[in-house]
């Protein structure tokens, strides 16, 4: 049996409702890193073009690569006739050149580099192909969680079939600074200028890092069918945030709308203090133990990210299986709070015993089982005299 017990108002107050943001991006997906919560989420799976967005699975490949000795950031690779033909945005590199990693990185996070992409692509590849290498970007990306991405190139330039929803960018991008903290400052890097040979290609074009909100990452990308898009990060007190965005009309309108979306992200939520260890919040039926009952205690501070507009009052239910057969240890997990944040995805947060209960005694176990046994008799009188 499942006991649903209600936690009718963990602080009092009247819930209002939760502020909506209504985006013009065609589709968005927000994430408060810091607690774990989906701010907002519009067409989130949808497979949609990434444009030079998708380049952020070639560098997660290649810190991969740092990291397990296949490539060094002094090592010089070679360019292809193929990843010099790239044009779009790139960084003029020709046959004749071999280019340091971490200039090739650079290159792609700051330059959008398409020829850049290439060239990490095919040093990486098991067949020497930019092909074969994304082949291998759609297999690592389902390993790392990207459930609606795949890839027919390094660098996001349109091909049929190379998709990513923003839901997965944003995985994508946390897992990055996850996995790859070292490397993460990269992308608040505003200029590159390489050798000189691209003047006209130096500048960072993530219109967040010039705002002064705590913005440092990660990438832009636009093509005629995806439209003008961003993967943004930014980070305030305590807090970081996590966006990605596309279908946008204009680098203007993306610029806008990545703004709004920071600013909206950081002032319209705030973290909340709802419970603290050892409070109790419900009490659990022990079976066959030395006491009847223990109390249910969330193991840590319970902080929840809440709209500012919405109340204090937050719905809440405990969940356990009942009764909870003894012995128990102080600290085990025998249930969960599950909190229904207006607006929000549910939080799932475990609670624990209060106290040890040891299991009863022969004379105890056979009083339990006799009392059981008595409630059942009663029961059946009482439905044979209904």
């Known amino acids: ?79 292809s006739q193929h990843a010099m ?59 790392i969680g990207l459930t609606n991405s795949t890839f027919a190139n390094s660098n996001g330039w349109p091909a049929p079939g190379h998709r990513m929803s ?85 680098q203007a309108q993306r610029a806008e709308e990545a703004e709004r979306i920071a600013t909206w992200a950081f002032r319209q939520f705030a973290e909340r203090h709802i419970t603290e260890p050892a409070a109790p919040l419900a009490t659990a039926k022990v079976w066959m133990g030395n006491e009847t009952s223990v109390n249910l205690v969330p193991r840590e501070d319970v902080l929840l990210l809440l709209p500012v507009l919405a109340g204090n009052e937050i719905p809440a239910e405990v969940i356990y299986d009942s009764p909870v057969e003894a012995p128990i240890t102080k600290g085990q997990q025998l249930a969960e709070l599950v909190l229904h944040p207006e607006g929000l995805p549910e939080r799932r947060l475990p609670l624990v015993a209060d106290r040890s209960v040891a299991r009863a005694g022969f004379a105890g176990r056979v009083r339990t089982a006799a009392q059981v046994l008595l409630r059942k008799l009663n029961e059946q009188a009482e439905a044979a005299a209904n």
């Open 166 to 250: 923003m839901k997965d960018l944003v995985v994508l991008s946390d897992r990055l600074m996850q996995d790859f903290p070292q490397y993460y400052p990269l992308f608040a890097q505003k200029e590159f200028a390489f050798d000189g040979r691209a003047p006209q290609n130096t500048r960072n074009r993530n219109p967040l890092l010039r705002l002064n909100i705590g913005a440092d990452g990660l990438k832009t990308g636009h093509t005629e069918e995806a439209g003008y898009g961003l993967v943004g990060s930014a980070k305030q007190g305590e807090r970081r945030v996590i966006f990605a965005m596309s279908g946008l009309a204009s």
């Open 85 to 143: 033909s790239y044009g779009g945005s790139t960084m003029f590199l020709d046959t004749t050149d071999r280019i340091a990693v971490e200039d090739l990185i650079r290159g792609v996070i700051v330059l959008s580099g398409n020829d850049a992409c290439a060239v990490l692509a095919e040093a990486l590849s098991p067949d020497g192909t930019e092909a074969g290498f994304a082949r291998m970007m759609t297999e690592r990306g389902k390993q």
């Open 1 to 79: 049996m499942r006991n649903l017990l209600m936690i009718a108002a963990l602080v009092a107050s009247t819930a209002l409702p939760a502020y909506a943001f209504d985006t013009q991006a065609r589709a968005a997906y927000v994430f408060d890193q810091t607690t774990g919560t989906v701010l907002l989420a519009k067409n989130a799976d949808q497979p949609l073009p990434p444009a030079s967005m998708s380049k952020l699975m070639t560098l997660y490949m290649t810190f991969e690569a740092l990291g397990d000795g296949r490539l060094t950031l002094n090592e010089r690779l070679p360019v």
